[in-house]
Antibody, heavy 119, light 107 residues
Framework: EVQLLESGGGLVQPGGSLRLSCAAS????????MSWVRQAPGKGLEWVSA????????YYADSVKGRFTISRDNSRNTLYLQMNSLRAEDTALYYC????????????WGQGTMVTVSS | DIQMTQSPSTLSASVGDRVTITCRAS??????LAWYQQKPGKAPKLLIY???SLESGVPSRFSGSGSGTEFTLTINSLQPDDFATYYC?????????FGGGTKVEIK
């Protein structure tokens, strides 16, 4: 059974940093592109960032470009999101999501980890 | 950037109704569209990919159609378990854009 388990969320002050992790099991991790998707409280879904299976290609939403860095360690089956220069508007539940084979959307999601940016 | 516009934002329906949700793209996206269902406190669940392909395990009362700029998600004979929020997603290798969501409420 495929499982994705996020961790690393918490309360951070504006301008601060946080690193999220997503531990994957039950799949050949390196075979799948992965993404981070966030959802602000009471709001819709927003794609944040994606990374290819090898880690050689990364992509970002304009709202986080230059502040967030996605990476992965295929030897540890783990996805990361380094978040710097955090703003109040980054407050959200952050999900990691696995690309469906063929790249047709995201077919598996974690349960999410909450990030709150507040002084 | 491609924008995805969903309508309506809220929909009131009864059990047994046929429900249609629309998603419009600001430019042609071929069939690179998926539909998700999200219930409160839960992660989204993939229903449809490639505009009209039903994900394994999803009931056949869900169907998707469209290509280019206009897409629809149809739920035939709405069931109590279907009251939720639905999102469309335009996906490609370098960018992904969700629609704003449609909340399906009990009438």
């Amino acid at each position: 059974e495929v499982q994705l388990l996020e961790s690393g969320g918490g309360l951070v002050q504006p301008g601060g940093s946080l690193r999220l992790s997503c531990a994957a099991s039950g799949l050949t991790f390196s075979s799948h592109a992965m993404s981070w998707v966030r959802q602000a409280p009471g709001k819709g879904l927003e794609w944040v960032s994606a990374i290819s299976g090898s880690g050689g290609s990364t992509y970002y939403a304009d709202s986080v470009k230059g502040r967030f860095t996605i990476s992965r360690d295929n030897s540890r089956n783990t996805l990361y999101l380094q978040m710097n220069s955090l703003r109040a508007e980054d407050t959200a539940l952050y999900y990691c999501a696995k690309d469906r084979v063929g790249g047709d959307g995201f077919d598996m999601w974690g349960q999410g980890t909450m990030v709150t940016v507040s002084s | 950037d491609i924008q995805m516009t969903q309508s309506p934002s809220t929909l009131s329906a009864s059990v047994g109704d046929r429900v249609t949700i629309t998603c419009r793209a600001s430019q042609s996206i071929s069939s690179w569209l998926a539909w998700y269902q999200q219930k409160p406190g839960k992660a989204p669940k993939l229903l449809i990919y490639k505009a009209s392909s039903l994900e394994s395990g999803v009931p056949s009362r869900f169907s998707g159609s469209g290509s280019g700029t206009e897409f629809t998600l149809t739920i035939n004979s709405l069931q109590p378990d279907d009251f939720a929020t639905y999102y469309c997603l335009h996906y490609n290798s370098y960018s992904n854009t969700f629609g704003g969501g449609t909340k399906v409420e009990i009438k």
